[in-house]
């Protein structure tokens, strides 16, 4: 009995002291992102493949704003109207869209929102982002002063394209021409001539038939530690059509000095990483061959009094805005037919003109300096990559502007909406469209 006693008192005594350290355990402090996981809970529907950014942009949603991820394949049974936000390829998205578009979701229970989805590209939307379309949409708005001089050429085809036209603007003008495929990417099947026949003879023994821009190859550019670079800013189009851009570029250099006459060497004159990783010296002057907007005003200072944010950015946000009012007549947002059948035919026509499917776009713009610092786009690119250091800050910020835009329909439970045309941390409101 004393034994049963001692070990009753001993287990008293062990809850009295566990109850105590509760009690005094401090409560931790709730997160900012807290009152997000407040609503329902989300859906992002991310297709592998899309890119850093949208990847990013999905792991940042489900860490701060208490969304769901799930994993969507070409021949899986997720769809579009099973998640409230997909991002991937452009060719998966809309083949999705249209499948989707007068089917009732799969999954037994939908998430909250599901016939208000979301879309990480506008259709339309290659009218800019194809070299080609890209050159015919300036032209039609009178902005192809913006680029160089470029054509258009068609594998042995002497009515589709602007050969014909190429011989005789530039026959006998000493110019260099760079080659392009309308469709390319990573500076893939880039290729730089010194005359006009050399250029139609290289595209004319492609195989296909897929175009082609013969672009003025800028042979005097501006030149960072007397080794060639191009820009990437970074271009987020709202659901609202506002244009946004993000206040720091990054400048990608080449790992070996420019020269103007050896046009064999890509290494001198393709700045693109995925060309440049292949270089010798890659990472040896600047870490990932990247200088960032500081470091460049640093070296121009050298030169005079020329400034980065007062000079040359407002010349490429000048660009980008005529670049985007030339996409807007292509832009036709897409509609989703409900499986509620309308009780009137008014409230049917209302449905099927209501854009319920909302999108928003990530561009990225590409510029050259010549010798005059003056910029030139090259291009424009869906899909974008962008610096490693510059990534987390941006896919942080995208995040939070896709939501106070309201480009995420609904906003998340608790989040302000941002008044329209305000500057948003590092994103400025650059117009509307």
């Known amino acids: 009995w ?22 005094s355990k401090p409560k931790s402090l709730p997160c900012k992102e807290d009152k997000y996981k407040e609503g329902p809970q989300l859906v992002v529907g991310v297709v592998p493949g899309c890119g850093q950014v949208y990847t990013g942009l999905a792991d940042v949603l489900c860490q701060n704003y208490n969304w769901k991820s799930v994993t969507m394949k070409a021949t899986g049974r997720t769809g579009v109207k099973d998640c409230n936000l997909i991002l991937g390829l452009k060719p998966f998205i809309w083949r999705q869209v249209e499948i989707w578009k007068f089917r009732k979701p799969r999954t037994a229970t939908p998430p909250p929102f599901a016939h208000q989805s979301c879309v990480n590209y506008f259709p339309g939307s290659d009218e800019i982002s194809l070299k080609g379309r890209c050159l015919k949409a300036l032209r039609a708005c009178g902005s192809e002063h913006i680029m160089p001089q470029t054509y258009i050429l068609v594998p042995n085809s002497k009515q589709k394209d602007e050969r014909a036209l190429f011989r005789k603007a530039e026959t006998g003008k000493n110019k260099v021409w760079i080659l392009k495929r309308s469709d390319g990417c990573k500076g893939r099947d880039l290729r730089i001539c010194t005359d006009v026949e050399d250029a139609i003879k290289q595209v004319d023994a492609v195989a296909d038939k897929s175009r082609w821009c013969a672009q003025e190859y800028i042979t005097h550019p501006f030149t960072y530690y007397q080794r060639k670079f191009d820009l990437r800013m970074m271009v987020v189009l709202t659901s609202s059509l506002d244009i946004y851009v993000y206040k720091e570029g990054v400048l990608r250099t080449s790992s070996v000095p420019y020269s103007p006459t050896d046009w064999d060497d890509t290494m001198t004159h393709i700045t693109n990483h995925a060309i440049q990783m292949g270089a010798v010296d890659y990472g040896k002057f600047e870490e990932g061959n990247e200088v960032f907007y500081d470091a460049f005003q640093n070296y121009l200072n ?52 209501e854009p319920t499917l909302q999108c928003f776009e990530v561009f990225g713009f590409d510029f050259l300096l010549d010798q005059e610092l003056k910029p030139w786009l090259l291009e424009v690119n869906c899909s974008p990559g962008f610096a490693q250091k510059l990534l987390p800050g941006f896919v942080q910020g995208l995040a939070t502007l896709l939501v106070r835009s309201g480009s995420l329909s609904p906003a998340p439970l608790g989040a302000q909406i941002l008044p329209h045309g305000s500057d948003l941390g590092a994103f400025q409101f650059l117009h509307s469209l």
């Open 2 to 23: 004393i034994l049963f006693e001692s070990l009753s008192c001993l287990v008293l005594a062990v809850m009295a002291l566990c109850t105590l350290r509760r009690k």
């Open 302 to 353: 050298k030169f005079g009094r020329f400034s980065v944010k007062d000079e040359l950015l407002p010349q490429m946000y000048a660009m980008v805005v005529d670049t985007l009012k030339a996409l807007k007549p292509h832009i036709k947002l897409p509609t989703q037919t409900t499986a509620v059948k309308p009780a009137s035919s008014a409230m049917k026509r209302m449905m099927d003109k």
